[in-house]
């Protein structure tokens, strides 16, 4: 367990392995490091200068000192100019990341962090601050180790924080901490969720997990099995899961408010434990990361764990309808047509394109028993949609400017990227069918394939504001970011929905 903390002792007090100094670019040696060069290494400055450190973004130099017989390492990380858009609140949360990860090659399990707090830099306040550096030290510690038996091959990621901040600032900054590990455990196991093969997390294990969190955390939940799906006329998730060994299960949770009359956010994600294609198999270098198709259905259910931490005024219900896509005797058909909860029929046109029939019946459910004043989607819905705007975003489909404006304001303060996608009316045709009234793959000659998701799941919403964001692009092993490892999940869409539900005002 690691353990985070705030601090208003100087940093080099410390009995941490590591100290960690954030530095704006063209900082000013004189005044921030000639004590430290004093005190410790004479040489600081031709040193920095001699590793070209100047305190750009994803900069580090670390320097070996000795302190009381003891060694220590000082780490310098570049934030990057403070007077242009490049000391965005995202450059911080690189920083963070990078020094903890630097830590980490060193083999240093604990560090204090000094950062140069100025509210004018970041147009956020302490609080917040905290909040992100913590969620991102989490993020940036997190590995998914558990099936490697030889322990030298295990990264040692940083096992302590000391948050090092000014004493009037200890309050709020801790404040901020509580809430950044909330966050940050919940996109973790968000990620484990993610990273664990569909051979160990097949749909029931899910619904067993929510169910687990929903006693500790005291939420409601209802999970139907794969019988039950089907009675209740939920043609679309019994379509997709019955190739399958493993049941389909649909679970939902609930998180109710103490304030009356208070407005319903309903959160609906996919959880496909593995998609295979079907019968319209994937090829080779298509499948084998597709244990990851129920990253939705984990960020919603993680999200619902931490509101029911945070307590806001707003009641949230999250559903994830789960199954697994296979090939098999009693697999759905290329041609199939099915019904769903809201009466609604479809040709399965593709089988891979299963995406879209659990999430059907899941709106449909959503729209009619809770009638909520929004509903939200996140689904890793298509591959098109990475091609558009991969891998540092996902996709952002309403028709709603309201709920837009809102998912864009969360996306930048939580780090949890969105790029607006089209949805327009005049696209809706190309999820129209002669034999049915839908069917689940559109006509390619409009190409826009996130859009046709989109398209296909509007008809499933009634009138309710309603958004789709297809993380597929941003799901898993996005590149380049100090905070995610390669091949793991990313947690894409638990950061973007409790911040989210957390900013709601109607
Ligand atoms: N789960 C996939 C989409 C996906 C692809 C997610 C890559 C993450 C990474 C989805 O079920 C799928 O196969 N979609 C098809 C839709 C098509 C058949 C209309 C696709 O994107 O090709
Ligand atoms: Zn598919
Ligand atoms: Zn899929």
Redesign the pocket.
Known sequence: MTKYTVSDKPLLEHTTEGYMYLVPENFSFSKNFSEIAKAYFSELEAFMKSRDFTGKKGQVVSIPVIQNKKVKHIFFVGMGKKDDKQFTLESYRRAIASGVRAAESHTIESVAVEVPYNKADFGYDISFIAQQTITIAMMAAYQFDEFITDKSAKARPLKELVYVVAKKDVKAAQEGFEKGQIIGEAVNRTRYWVDLPANKLAPIDIAKKAKELAKKHGLKITVFDEEQIEKMGMGGIKAVGQGSAHDAQLVVMEYNCKKKNAPTLALVG?G?TF?S?GL?I?PTG?ME??K??MSGAAAVINTLVAISEFKPDVNVVGIAPLAE?MVSGNANHPGDIITFYNGKTAVV??T????RLILADALAYADKHYKPTAIVDVA???????HAVGPFFSGLLSQDENLVEKLQAAAVTSGDSLWRLPLIDAYKVMVKNSLADLC???KTKYYA?AT??ACFLSHFVGETPWAHIDI??A??DVPDTPYYRPNTGTGAGTRLLIDFVMNWKS
Do not use: Q, V, W
């Not at 890793?380 to 990475?386: E, H, K, V």
């Open positions: 996919k496909i998609d294609g319209n994937k298509y990361t597709m990851e198709d896509n046109g593709n891979d394109a299963e995406g890793t819905l298509t591959g098109a949609c990475s689940n793959d559109g394939g046709n998701g597929a692009p799901a898993f």
